[in-house]
């Protein structure tokens, strides 16, 4: 039986967000959660190469943890991906705004970032399109829940003891603020991919199948299973990269246009 948070992609997708959907994501989780009070955030401290080289960590944990090790993980290019419906092992013992059941209480999103704000590998500040689309994710989850922007809160100010944890290492009142903004209409919302090309063919993406997945599994060199998978992703984010489209993952009339012409 499924756990709760089935509602993630939907709201995420309405809030016109791009989403991916890791398999068995509906059954996954350390039991069901509780009344979601809010929205937490962290940084994964990852690989500084990749769009979301931590998935596999936060979907199947570490060897001090099991997984799932958060409900979403949010790529450097903006996508979020649904990695768990149910209660995820993310918080560890602390308090934000009078709550301290962290896993079951609150929606915990990894966004890959190396954890760096200086040195080789500093990610600092983040990505523009990943932090926009961090934002507006917080945002569409807390308007669904019905709480205030107060209630996303960072995993450096809810775990105790104070100063143990430095995630995220951005400004988390500056954020607040942000998602205020998105959640008042301040901001105006994202321009959508549009739903289908000018030759009537679908916007694509995972967990899609059929002919026209295969069609391009055959243009970006991968095997032609007809399941639009993370391998076949993989390959149209090389392919759109090398034809300086927005490595999304996505096909939409950009890269199918660009498909047409390979």
């Known amino acids: 039986m499924a756990f709760s948070l089935t509602w993630l992609p939907k709201v995420l997708k309405d809030a016109g967000l791009k989403v991916a959907e890791q ?133 450096k100010e809810y775990r105790r003891p104070k100063g143990f944890k430095s995630d995220p290492t951005f400004d988390m009142n500056v954020f607040r603020l942000d998602v205020r903004n998105i959640m008042t209409g301040a901001v105006p919302p994202p321009v959508l991919i549009p739903a289908e090309d000018p030759a009537h063919r679908p916007t694509l993406r995972r967990p899609a199948a059929g002919h026209l997945v295969k069609l391009i599994q055959a243009k970006v060199g991968v095997p032609e299973t007809g399941e639009f998978d993370g391998v076949t992703e993989a390959a149209v984010r090389r392919f759109q990269r090398i034809r300086g489209l927005v490595p999304d993952g996505i096909v939409g009339p950009k890269t199918w246009a660009a498909i047409d012409g390979a």
């Not at 069901?32 to 979301?52: F, K, L």
């Not at 790529?75 to 705004?97: K, L, N, S, Y």
């Not at 934002?135 to 829940?145: D, E, N, V, Y």
């Open 23 to 155: 398999p068995g994501w509906q059954l996954r989780g350390h039991g069901d959660v509780g009344q979601i009070r809010g929205v937490m955030c962290h940084h994964t401290a990852g690989s500084p190469s990749g769009n979301m080289p931590s998935l596999g960590i936060v979907t199947n944990g570490r060897s001090d943890l099991s997984g799932p090790l958060a409900q979403l993980c949010l790529a450097r290019d903006g996508t979020f991906i649904v990695v768990a419906a149910g209660r995820a092992f993310h918080a560890g013992p602390g308090e934000w705004q009078g709550v301290t059941t962290g896993n079951s209480s609150f929606i915990g999103i990894e966004a890959e970032n190396t954890g760096h704000t200086s040195g080789p590998k500093a990610e600092f500040p983040w990505p523009g399109v990943q932090m926009d689309a961090y934002a507006r994710g917080c945002a569409a989850i807390l308007t669904h829940i019905g709480a205030d922007p107060i209630m996303c809160c960072g995993h």
